[in-house]
């Protein structure tokens, strides 16, 4: 017989009573079937009456047993993890959008600039990083990098007045300076332009506190290597004065008066041209050692400012806005929130699995 | 009858304890003979059997019917309240020794009848916690293949495979102990 012929035999056995298959060994394995079915314990009639009785109630008597040491904890525990999640999302949405125009190049050397000069515009193959990248040549420190960024701020109409002070005291406080500006707080027509220069250095703080004066409507930033153009022009500057001192000497060792005026006349275009080197580099300098951060202050829609704020398309803008907000907050939870949410996960289910393991060691 | 005891199990706040106490009815004599046979000591068979009940009741809003009967979910938690407490009391070297009190004295049996039971439990004995749990889960819980399996988390071939193998082996160990 096979092995499902004599399971269903002992089945049939268990489920009539009667051992009667004609195969001996089966019936055999019958037999012992009812009688491992006979020999079961069976309960006492009081023990079944009092547990009935508890039934019956709803066991409204709940012995409780000692619960488990770790069951303290569990509570506190999840209630911590609950707002390190919270913490650590509102911490993210607290660095805001601003930290996309973090820059980590630090390749600006630090040399003194002044503030006055002309710039001129040196040349050198043009670079531009996309926004939210690592920054410009990272990790190559020495190069020059000409940096420009575009922030464009919100504010409420009342409120336009102090985030402009606060913009120059920010430019400010972070060593740099106001090139030029303009605020008008009018009815009709509120705004602004910072056109600012931050040292490069202070650069990514400095943005940060700008961003945190008003709602970021939108950034920019561009870079540009001017590194070929910069050492071209030190070069040059370096060949100019070294051609100037051989020709003073040569002026000194002068023995006639036409030679000597041939050297002075050669010595005023080299002046000329070490002026200009002077300038270039100059120039190259400060566009390298600071940044450009031009900042447009724009009133908030529905606060004056001609924006007008009541119609329905308004209405619509809004909640689009309002909706990409949410969803960009349930993104950034979401991604704090998931992990911690695996972790728990594989660390339940490999308690599960240890839980299992230990009681089943009791039958090994 | 398992469809009607689901169904009633699914409203458990139409009234106090209903469905449940039809599940106890059903199931307590089983519950307690496995436990019984699990354990062998009668007050703790008694104490993890109410424990199990009682878990159950609490619980009972969690039973899902796609997981397997209600039976199996019920055999279920009293087996892991019988391992807890095997675990506990450390009583693994007593379930492979004889019986305690766990059967009722064989007064009244026939000479024969005592003696095949007595070679039945020796045979017991000499079986794994394993099989011993396998065997109490059939034959002293009275659950099918398919519910054991549920309960023992395997599929009910591999259930159907070990039984065969230990029932198999428990007659053999009859015949010596014979």
Redesign the interface.
């Known amino acids: 017989m096979t092995q499902a012929d004599v399971l269903t035999a002992i089945d049939d056995a268990l489920e009539t009573g009667r051992a009667a298959d004609g195969d001996p060994v089966t019936r055999e394995l019958q037999e012992l079937a009812l009688a491992l079915r006979a020999d079961s314990p069976e309960p006492t009639r009081e023990f079944g009456e009092h547990l009935g009785r508890r039934v019956e109630r709803g066991f409204p008597n709940r012995a409780r047993s000692k619960p488990p040491w770790w069951r303290q904890f569990a509570e506190p525990a999840a209630v911590a993890v609950t707002i390190l999640v919270l913490v650590t999302g509102i911490a993210l949405l607290a660095r805001g959008p601003s930290g996309a125009m973090d820059d980590s190049s630090g390749g600006s050397s630090g040399g003194s600039v002044a503030v006055s000069g002309a710039e001129d515009a040196g040349g050198g193959g043009g670079g531009r990083t996309a926004l939210g990248s690592p920054g410009f040549a990272p990790g190559q420190a020495g190069r020059k990098i000409e940096r420009t960024f575009a922030l464009e701020l919100e504010t409420p109409v009342d409120r336009m007045q102090r985030v402009a002070d606060q913009v120059t005291a920010v430019t400010t406080r972070h060593g740099g300076f106001v090139l030029s500006s303009s605020v008008s707080t009018g009815e009709d027509s509120s705004g602004g332009d910072f056109d600012l220069r931050i040292p490069a250095t202070e650069v990514r703080p400095a943005l940060r506190d700008l961003g945190a004066l008003a709602d970021v409507r939108s950034q920019s930033q561009t870079g540009r290597d001017v590194t070929p153009a910069y050492v071209t022009t030190r070069d040059r500057l370096q060949a100019a004065r070294a051609e100037r001192k051989s020709l003073l000497r040569r002026l000194e060792a002068a023995t006639t008066d036409t030679e000597a005026e041939a050297i002075r006349q050669r010595l005023d275009i080299v002046a000329g041209q070490i002026n200009s080197l002077r300038g270039r580099l100059h120039g190259l300098r400060l566009r390298t050692d600071y940044a450009v951060v031009t900042v447009s202050l724009q009133a908030k829609d529905g606060d004056g400012g001609g924006a007008g704020g009541g119609s329905f398309g308004d209405a619509l803008h809004d909640a689009g806005d309002i909706l990409v907000a949410t969803a960009g907050i349930l993104v950034r939870v979401l991604a704090v929130a998931l992990p911690l949410a695996l972790i728990a996960l594989l660390g339940w289910a490999a308690g599960r699995a240890v839980q299992r393991r230990r009681r089943e060691s009791a039958l090994a | 009858m398992n469809q009607a005891v689901v169904e009633t199990a699914r409203l458990p706040a139409a009234g106090?304890?209903e469905g449940?106490?039809e599940l106890?009815?059903r199931t307590?004599?089983r519950v307690?003979?496995y436990v019984?046979?699990l354990l062998r000591d009668?007050s703790a068979?008694?104490d993890v059997?109410?424990?199990a009940?009682?878990r159950a009741?609490?619980k009972r809003r969690s039973y899902r019917a796609a997981r397997g009967s209600m039976d199996a979910w019920v055999f279920g938690i009293a087996r892991?309240a019988a391992?807890?407490e095997?675990?506990k009391r450390k009583?693994?070297a007593k379930?492979e020794g004889d019986p305690e009190d766990?059967?009722?004295p064989a007064t009244d049996d026939q000479a024969d009848i005592a003696l095949?039971?007595e070679t039945?439990?020796a045979a017991l004995a000499s079986l794994?916690?394993?099989e011993?749990?396998l065997?109490a889960l059939?034959?002293?819980g009275?659950l099918?293949?398919g519910e054991i399996a549920g309960v023992l988390r395997m599929s009910e071939s591999n259930v159907?495979?070990r039984?065969?193998r230990t029932?198999?082996k428990?007659?053999e160990a009859?015949h010596d102990a014979g």
């Open positions: 106090p304890a449940f106490a106890y009815e307590f004599p307690y003979a019984a046979s009668r068979a008694e059997t109410a424990q009940f009682e009741y609490r892991n391992l807890d095997l675990r009583r693994r379930l766990v059967h009722a095949r039971r039945v439990r794994s916690g394993q011993r749990d065997i059939k034959f002293a009275g099918s293949n159907g495979t039984l065969h029932i198999t428990l007659r009859c």
